[in-house]
């Protein structure tokens, strides 16, 4: 299902209809691709906050609605009158509704945007000058910011084997945050987040792509949900592009409130698709063969890692209805 606004506000370009026999305006400079599962309220802060802080150039904002039963599509159509929306009969997931996008999106610039953000003034057009002024890089990721206001881990080197002991996730980290060999993997912790610097790859959440690193390097991997991101920016690594960290560029990001974890069954769910998000970045970048030992290894370590994960968050989910269960007896 494809919803298209007759008209568009200062700063927005009009897109053509559909079947419309009329020419469209000259596309937009910056095409703003928002992919959304069942978060209505989250979606509608999310674009409130794009038209509140808009970029000075011409832009269109995408909706992809991922058959979303939350009364989302109904929302936009409603209350944000000049969104190009469209609509998945079934849920297909993050990459592939980005991927619908990248195919009807006109803009030179190509920016991802989590359904769980919220746009602060400048940030859009930051990301623009700085792909403007620097012809080298081919995406540019915001500095993300947790509600509170404390710094998100949003930037890092590319994924290895060492980031499973020292990524954001592990234990390690949790306990040493400062600790040399993860502020090698967490780059926001080793550099000076008042300037730019090159990065092994940015969040999703918030990266700006030019259209033409887009068309070399093609759509996202459809398999990814976690990684989709790293995976992306190897690619655009792979091609001879740059990738580049930000900060002056700020975005709130609600991290996992928007829609992936709201229920048990797709907070387990998560967990099956990180752990095989991660094989299939290290099958595609850095398997050198079947029976190497490194491989090997790395399907032993995946394995225990998802054994422990599993049991964690089954703990996770029984303690709040205990919890529950012993009030109602009190």
Same mark, same amino acid.
């Not at 568009?8 to 079947?19: D, E, H, I, K, L």
């Not at 620097?134 to 500095?143: E, F, N, R």
């Not at 920016?233 to 990738?243: A, L, N, Q, S, Y």
């Not at 089954?314 to 529950?324: A, D, F, G, N, Y």
């Given at each position: 299902?494809?919803?298209?606004?007759?008209?568009?506000?200062?700063?927005?370009?009009?897109?053509?209809?559909?079947?419309?026999?009329?020419?469209?305006?000259?596309?937009?400079?910056?095409?703003?691709?928002?992919?959304?599962?069942?978060?209505?309220?989250?979606?509608?802060?999310?674009?409130?906050?794009?038209?509140?802080?808009?970029?000075?150039?011409?832009?269109?904002?995408?909706?992809?609605?991922?058959?979303?039963?939350?009364?989302?599509?109904?929302?936009?159509?409603?209350?944000?009158?000049?969104?190009?929306?469209?609509?998945?009969?079934?849920?297909?997931?993050?990459?592939?509704?980005?991927?619908?996008?990248?195919?009807?999106?006109?803009?030179?610039?190509?920016?991802?945007?989590?359904?769980?953000?919220?746009?602060?003034?400048?940030?859009?057009?930051?990301?623009?000058?700085?792909?403007?002024?620097?012809?080298?890089? /081919?995406? #540019?990721? *915001?500095?993300?910011?947790?509600?509170?206001?404390?710094?998100? =881990?949003? !930037?890092?080197? +590319?994924?290895?084997?060492?980031?499973?002991?020292?990524?954001?996730?592990?234990?390690?980290?949790?306990?040493?945050?400062?600790?040399?060999?993860?502020?090698?993997?967490?780059?926001?912790?080793?550099?000076?987040?008042?300037?730019?610097?090159?990065? /092994?790859? #940015?969040? *999703?959440?918030?990266?700006?792509?030019?259209?033409?690193?887009? =068309?070399? !390097?093609?759509? +996202?991997?459809?398999?990814?949900?976690?990684?989709?991101?790293?995976?992306?920016?190897?690619?655009?690594?792979?091609?001879?592009?740059?990738?580049?960290?930000?900060?002056?560029?700020?975005?709130?990001?609600?991290?996992?409130?928007?829609?992936?974890?709201?229920?048990?069954?797709?907070?387990?769910?998560?967990?099956?698709?990180?752990?095989?998000?991660?094989?299939?970045?290290?099958?595609?970048?850095?398997?050198?063969?079947?029976?190497?030992?490194?491989?090997?290894?790395?399907?032993?370590?995946?394995?225990?890692?998802?054994?422990?994960?599993?049991?964690?968050?089954?703990?996770?989910?029984?303690?709040?209805?205990?919890?529950?269960?012993?009030?109602?007896?009190?």
């Amino acid at each position: 299902m494809v919803h298209f606004p007759d008209s568009a506000p200062n700063g927005m370009c009009r897109p053509a209809a559909v079947n419309a026999t009329e020419a469209p305006c000259t596309a937009p400079v910056l095409s703003i691709i928002i992919a959304n599962y069942n978060a209505r309220d989250l979606l509608a802060g999310c674009l409130e906050s794009i038209y509140r802080h808009p970029p000075l150039r011409s832009f269109e904002v995408i909706v992809v609605d991922d058959a979303s039963s939350d009364d989302s599509y109904e929302m936009v159509v409603r209350q944000f009158l000049h969104v190009r929306l469209l609509r998945n009969e079934r849920n297909v997931h993050y990459g592939r509704s980005n991927n619908r996008a990248f195919e009807i999106a006109r803009g030179a610039f190509f920016y991802l945007l989590n359904n769980d953000t919220l746009i602060l003034p400048g940030a859009l057009d930051a990301m623009m000058e700085f792909l403007d002024t620097h012809p080298t890089v /081919g995406a #540019v990721g *915001s500095k993300l910011l947790n509600g509170d206001g404390t710094i998100q =881990a949003s !930037v890092k080197a +590319l994924p290895s084997v060492g980031a499973g002991l020292f990524g954001a996730r592990s234990i390690i980290t949790k306990l040493f945050p400062g600790n040399r060999f993860s502020r090698k993997h967490l780059l926001h912790l080793s550099h000076d987040l008042t300037a730019p610097f090159a990065a /092994g790859y #940015v969040s *999703s959440a918030s990266i700006m792509i030019r259209q033409r690193v887009v =068309a070399r !390097v093609g759509g +996202l991997d459809e398999r990814l949900s976690y990684h989709v991101d790293a995976d992306y920016c190897k690619r655009i690594w792979d091609t001879g592009w740059e990738v580049y960290y930000l900060p002056e560029s700020t975005v709130i990001h609600f991290d996992h409130r928007g829609g992936t974890l709201a229920n048990r069954e797709r907070r387990f769910r998560s967990i099956v698709e990180f752990h095989r998000g991660s094989y299939i970045y290290f099958y595609k970048h850095q398997m050198k063969s079947a029976w190497h030992p490194m491989h090997i290894a790395v399907i032993i370590g995946l394995a225990c890692r998802f054994a422990v994960s599993l049991v964690l968050q089954t703990v996770k989910e029984l303690v709040p209805h205990r919890s529950k269960a012993a009030q109602r007896e009190a």
